[in-house]
């Protein structure tokens, strides 16, 4: 399989087109419009500009425990946690609330809540104020410190964007 990239110019306006020779269909079509010498992530399609961080947690979560995502690459949570997804192997017994914080060189700050209910394997409560967070800060998650007799085998995902 070979790639291929075609440019095309019309108008003052760069078409980019790269096409996929043995399957014979365009993967991705850009246009480059006069003045922009770059592209940058918010010209892209959403599912370029999207990161997924996840949060896998095997057993059971330990008491306050925190799982640490270091940032290699600048991005924004969105307000809400909109777009995070959960789920959970083993229901909680009740409300079991994950806190998401930004750890920077000046400490933590909470962004977020993840709620796991025991209202099905998938189903949460979000929210929080989001939060930019650029290359070498954390991205921090933290367990309920008094934890759910039952919650087991869970993970989270929360869906960021690039900036």
Same mark, same amino acid.
């Given at each position: ?42 010209? $892209? #399609? ?5 990161? &997924?961080?996840?949060?896998?947690? =095997? /057993?059971?979560?330990?008491?306050? +425990?925190? %799982? ?22 083993? $229901? #909680? ?5 994950? &806190?998401?914080?930004?750890?920077? =060189? /000046?400490?933590?700050?909470?962004? +977020?809540? %993840? ?30 410190? &008094? ?17």
């Amino acid at each position: 399989m070979t790639d291929t990239i075609l440019v095309e110019v019309e108008d003052e306006v760069s078409t980019v087109i790269v096409d996929v020779i043995a399957g014979g269909m365009a993967a991705a079509v850009v246009e480059v419009f006069p003045g922009i010498s770059d592209i940058d992530y918010p010209q $892209l #399609p959403d599912s370029v500009e999207r990161v &997924l961080l996840s949060f896998p947690v =095997a /057993g059971r979560p330990a008491p306050n +425990g925190a %799982v640490h995502v270091p940032m290699g690459m600048a991005i924004d949570i969105p307000a809400g946690l909109a777009g995070t997804v959960t789920y959970a192997a083993i $229901l #909680p017994t009740g409300d079991a609330v994950f &806190l998401v914080n930004r750890i920077t =060189a /000046g400490g933590a700050t909470q962004i +977020g809540t %993840v709620t796991l209910t025991a209202s099905s394997t998938t189903s949460c409560i979000l929210g929080g104020s989001g939060g930019r967070l650029e290359v070498g800060d954390v991205l921090q998650l933290v367990a309920p410190v &008094l934890p759910d007799p039952t919650l087991s085998d869970l993970g989270i995902t929360i869906m960021a964007n690039r900036t």
